[in-house]
């Protein structure tokens, strides 16, 4: 009897304890199958052979892992002697950015490479990088490429991202709504051109000649970079109540109260709301960088044909017209297993010729290697979609401004920035009516108070 | 062994025995995580840069507008969510729990559906039947009316009542079902003695429903000031991010993860945290104590 309860006791206590076990290690394997769900590990043959260096890279938008794909092929038939295998995990935007701020911070976890978005960049070079410094494999690239967007990864002479596109700003027009206005898309060179062209369609169509935008800055950025000024002082503290600000906020609003141009649906023309509302032909033009192609053909299939490209409308004439936004910039982490090989293959599949001609042809993006960019056989090339798509050919215009690709300096207070501009002062300034300066004024103080300055 | 079994055996110990599982959770996920918070509230805190700093991420907290416009938007959320959701499922419940209605189970099931909805999902549809544009469902319906579009999203009042239209939907079937386990312990006796007496369904609801109902009602009043304060995942989805013009959608979590995260300053998002935790623990006592939970648990 004392046996048998002694026995009972034992199976109770086992019991108790593989719960026990169980309980924790429910806790990981849920977790871990989590995050299992979200992210894709992405198998792409890479032709490495069984020595290669294994890594790991972090993307958020799954092309590119395509994309990387065919450059490991092609540096591993370049170089057999030193072969790499990438192993690729998709994971959403902010996912991906959170992981890795949280690994770099504990100096655990991270991967060995990772595209990092522009307006998150600066959240990784605060305090000590963790990140490799890149300047001695971009040498012997460096005077191909456009200086401003290595500049934009940069900290205290260091590059440590590499760009992946321009996205150098351009207007788009669309030449159905101008024709039937009577308006020449390529005679606007100014804002004041660009008002007398508004009031023709307007009154001709009834349509807008523009948008403005309520959570984006790709309007404002360019009307910034035209008069040279940026949102930071030279010295990196918030300047968001400069004249130049001040006088293209009140640009923007001028237009609006006159109704050339109308707030944007959805915020911006990179919305779902925005695509579909361009997409039915009701403005006439919009600034945006030129990687807002590739949405054109994604999204707005109804204006094939109809979509010219155009340089941005400057104040004055001879001022700079263009300026590089958006982009995302890829890193070699500290606790890559080769930094050196990393760093090496990480140049040649970014800022080499034969990468910026696939980042054309995968990806539809404006490359950052300015070789490319004569090259007609690549340029004018008949078969590509995104020149069929267009009026003229997207590489005139990148010509025509490629020594005015002006620079937004994207720094530590650059997120402080954004996010006032873009929950407050946009709304007040373009939806609410508010006066342009006042406002202005208002945002500077509280960013000064807010970074403690 | 023997001894050891011993021990393990012994009345003193073994209540511990049972017990660890949950201690260790909690000293891990909870003790740990508040001991390291508040250290780092008191930091700056960046890859390979960890300076003490003092007071001052709570100085630059308290004169911060935007905070502080998180604050009251999460307190408002708070007291408007608990408004709605107590007494109306409350109602659904007692009505649901009638015998004589008709096809109670069916209620129940509609009502609990959008529990199991992802948010992500839910908060996708709530922002298109609120789009701007004239041809979203809630612009169709006032032009119906004949009123003009409104940018639901983008004006203060229009946006918060869509968050509590989405809190609401989503929510009441998760405190009924509360409601009803809670109704399921009133004894069917006193209902018939009351009617023998005269009472009326109404007088009923008030005389009885809802004094036996006070020991559920005070669980849902607690966990609903908790959620209330620390709902983000709403707004989020909603507003697409965790940045709504004018922020009229920020709560105070959605400004932890502004600071901890977008902008990468844990030591202040830290501060908020803690700040957090305060308001509710501060609330949520002052409730208990105020409803005699916590004086009953003293004698």
């Known amino acids: 009897m004392k046996g048998y309860k002694k026995g009972i006791k034992y199976i109770f206590m086992g019991f108790l304890s593989f719960c026990m076990v169980l309980s924790i290690a429910g806790c990981n394997n849920t977790k871990m199958d989590a995050s299992k769900d979200r992210s894709t590990s992405l198998e792409i043959d890479t032709g490495a052979s069984e020595d290669a260096t294994k890594m790991e890279m972090w993307v958020f938008v799954e092309l590119h892992s395509k994309f990387y794909g065919e450059m490991i092929r092609r540096w591993n038939q370049q170089h057999p002697d030193r072969q790499l295998d990438i192993r690729f995990v998709a994971l959403p935007y902010d996912d991906m950015h959170n992981k890795l701020q949280m690994a770099l911070q504990s100096g655990k976890g991270a991967p060995d490479l990772c595209d990092i978005e522009v307006g998150k960049f600066p959240n990784f070079l605060m305090g000590e990088p963790q990140l490799e410094s890149l300047n001695d494999v971009v040498e012997p690239y460096k005077d191909s490429i456009v200086q401003s967007r290595l500049d934009l990864y940069s900290k205290d002479g260091n590059i440590y991202g590499l760009p992946t596109h321009v996205g150098a700003t351009v207007m788009f027009y669309n030449t159905e709504i101008l024709e039937e206005a009577g308006v020449d898309y390529t005679q606007i060179e100014t804002w004041d051109d660009y008002i007398l062209a508004g009031k023709k369609v307007v009154e001709e169509t009834s349509k807008s000649m523009g948008v403005a935008e309520t959570n984006a800055m790709w309007t404002l950025s360019a009307l910034l970079a035209q008069q040279s000024s940026d949102y930071v002082t030279d010295d990196g503290k918030p300047n968001v109540n400069s004249k130049e600000m001040i006088k293209a906020m009140t640009l923007i609003q001028d237009m609006l109260n006159e109704g050339i141009i109308e707030v944007c649906p959805g915020g911006q023309p990179d919305t779902e709301e925005g695509f579909g509302y361009i997409n039915e032909g009701n403005v006439a033009s919009m600034v945006m960088p030129l990687w807002f192609m590739s949405r054109f053909l994604d999204y707005m299939p109804d204006l094939n044909g109809k979509i010219a490209i155009a340089p941005v409308p400057v104040f004055e004439k001879g001022m700079p017209r263009s300026v590089g936004l958006g982009g995302t910039g890829t890193v070699v982490t500290k606790t890559a297993v080769d930094t050196q090989l990393a760093k090496e293959f990480l140049a040649f599949a970014k800022l080499s010729e034969e990468a910026n001609m696939q980042v054309w042809k995968v990806l539809g993006f404006d490359p950052v290697n300015t070789n490319l960019w004569k090259n007609k056989e690549i340029t004018h090339d008949e078969e590509n979609k995104f020149v069929q798509y267009f009026v003229n050919n997207p590489f005139e215009v990148l010509n025509e401004v490629e020594h005015e690709i002006e620079l937004i300096r994207s720094l530590e207070i650059t997120p402080s920035i954004n996010n006032v501009i873009g929950t407050q002062v946009l709304n007040d300034i373009n939806e609410n009516g508010a006066d342009p300066e006042a406002t202005l004024n208002d945002a500077q103080a509280q960013l000064e108070n807010e970074l403690g300055l | ?299």
Do not use: H
Not at chain 2, 63 to 89: C, E, G, H, Q, R
Not at chain 2, 136 to 146: E, F, H, K, R
Not at chain 2, 211 to 224: D, E, M, W
Not at chain 2, 260 to 275: D, F, H, P, R
């Open chain 2, 1 to 299: 062994m023997v001894r050891l079994k011993k021990i393990l055996n012994s009345q003193k110990v073994a209540p511990y025995v049972f017990i660890t599982p949950f201690i260790l959770t909690f000293l891990i996920f909870f003790v740990y995580p508040l001991f390291s918070t508040t250290i780092m509230s008191f930091q700056s805190v960046l890859p390979g840069q960890i300076e003490f700093i003092g007071f001052t991420n709570y100085r630059r907290l308290f004169s911060d507008k935007i905070f502080w416009k998180a604050v009251s938007n999460s307190i408002k959320y708070m007291v408007v969510t608990i408004l709605f959701l107590i007494p109306f499922p409350m109602l659904f419940a007692f009505f649901i729990d009638k015998k004589i209605m008709i096809g109670r189970e069916v209620f129940k099931s509609i009502f609990f559906l959008p529990a199991l909805t992802s948010v992500v999902v839910a908060g996708t549809i709530f922002r298109l039947i609120f789009g701007e544009l004239p041809g979203s469902l809630m612009n169709t319906v006032i032009s119906a009316l004949g009123m003009a579009p409104i940018k639901w999203l983008k004006i203060q009042k229009t946006g918060f009542a869509a968050l509590i239209i989405l809190a609401c939907w989503r929510w009441t079937g998760v405190n009924m079902l509360y409601f009803l386990s809670g109704l399921k312990n009133i004894p069917e006796q006193l209902y018939e003695s009351a009617a023998i007496d005269g009472a009326n369904g109404f007088e009923r609801f008030i005389y009885i429903t809802i004094p036996l109902l006070k020991p559920t009602t005070i669980y849902v009043l607690t966990i609903s000031i908790y959620a209330g304060l620390a709902m983000f995942t709403e707004s989020y989805m909603l507003w697409a991010g965790n940045n709504s013009p004018q922020n009229i959608g920020l709560t105070i979590v959605g400004y932890l993860y502004r600071q901890g995260i977008e902008k990468n300053s844990m030591g202040y998002a830290s501060a908020v945290g803690l700040i957090l935790l305060i308001f509710t623990m501060g609330i949520n006592l002052t409730q208990l104590r105020f409803t005699g939970v916590l004086k009953k648990e003293e004698e």
